[in-house]
């Protein structure tokens, strides 16, 4: 099969284009003919091998945590899935291997994919709509009629969350640069804030719940605005560090400093097929690159700058076709 790898660490040139085998199938695993993958940050992340001290990878590593095709194989125990079903999926975190023509994945990271997308809007969703997600009603716990906080509202993470914030019923206040502003009001915003020429601590505003989709506020900063017995949640493992995380639990009004790391979870992927077949949530698409230009879909990711997500078409004669 046709896989983008890299054999070590560095810049977007140690991607390369290869054959390998087609992944063995568990027995309580499903083989996905990958039709496109998502682009995350993380993907970067792993190439520059800023985790290395952490997390040791197996080279040739294949990136990418999200994808959508249709199922070609599955294992003895698999009950859920059947050859021929597409679906989508969120591979396992230090594992990935989306940037594929197949991936084999635990059946509990699949889900059917959602109808009305196409492939490649369906790749759009598993990490990022995950992440905002799990941020929002596992960490936050947010309740209708909450006024929440989401900074970066047009990135990957940000456009899902603040759709999913207003599904959960919240006021949502979200930031984005100047450009994007429009964006995220038609996400459903109901207050944007251009975080370039206000700064979002600094006014008479507060937030039941305060979600960093970016990571880049520190909680001093955040607590002037949220309310006591308030929550943040970064996505930021640094600024949710051993120190930070010991200061807020002695916050003497109550407000908790939290951090997400997204879980793969196929049950929660069901939820956002329910939401988009509704017409309540959609993806955002900044740029679609087909597989063998994933060092440049990479370069996009890694200005920062993405409006929604970038998607890697895998199979570009089937990345346009919905699933109906
Ligand atoms: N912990 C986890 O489990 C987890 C899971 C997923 C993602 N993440 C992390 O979450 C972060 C966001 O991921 P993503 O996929 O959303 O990334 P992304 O799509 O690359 O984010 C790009 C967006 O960030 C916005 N942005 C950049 N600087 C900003 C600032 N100072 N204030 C507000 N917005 C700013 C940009 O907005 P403008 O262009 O409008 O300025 C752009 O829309 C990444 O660091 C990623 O690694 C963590």
């Not at 919240?170 to 206000?198: E, F, H, K, M, W």
Request: charged share 25%; glycine share 8%.
């Amino acid at each position: 099969m046709r896989a983008l790898v890299f054999h070590q660490y560095g810049s977007v040139d140690v991607l390369q284009q290869v054959e390998l085998d087609r992944p063995v199938v568990a027995p309580d695993a499903v083989l996905i003919r990958v039709v496109a993958a998502g682009v995350n940050p993380a993907d970067s992340v792993f190439r520059r091998g800023d985790l290395k001290l952490i997390i040791r990878l197996k080279f040739p590593f294949i990136p990418g945590l999200d994808v959508a095709g249709v199922v070609a194989e599955v294992g003895a125990n698999v009950t859920k899935f059947r050859p021929g079903d597409a679906v989508y999926a969120m591979l396992p975190n230090a594992i990935m291997g989306g940037y594929a023509e197949y991936v084999a994945v635990a059946e509990t990271c699949v889900a059917p994919m959602p109808e009305s997308l196409t492939f490649g809007e369906a790749a759009a969703l598993p990490c990022a709509a995950l992440t905002a997600l799990q941020s929002l009603r596992d960490k936050l716990a947010l309740r209708p009629g909450g006024h929440v906080l989401i900074n970066g509202g047009s990135g990957g993470v940000g456009t899902f969350a603040v759709q999913i914030a207003k599904i959960m019923g919240a006021t949502v206040t979200a930031t984005c640069s100047d450009r994007n502003l429009d964006l995220v009001r038609s996400l459903g915003a109901d207050a944007v804030i251009d975080y370039n020429s206000t700064d979002v601590t600094a006014g008479d505003a507060r937030y039941d719940a305060v979600f960093d989709a970016v990571g880049v506020l520190p909680f001093d900063k955040i607590k002037r605005v949220l309310c006591p017995g308030g929550a943040m949640v970064t996505v930021n493992f640094n600024l949710a560090n051993p120190l930070a995380m010991l200061r807020a639990r002695f916050d003497r009004q109550q407000r908790k400093l939290k951090s997400i790391l997204v879980q793969p979870v196929g049950a929660d992927l069901d939820t956002l097929r329910e939401w988009v077949e509704a017409g309540k949530l959609r993806p955002v698409i900044d740029k679609v690159y087909p597989l063998e230009d994933a060092p440049e879909a990479q370069r996009h990711s890694d200005t920062r700058r993405t409006r929604g997500k970038i998607v890697l078409a895998v199979d570009t004669d089937r990345v346009n076709e919905k699933r109906i």
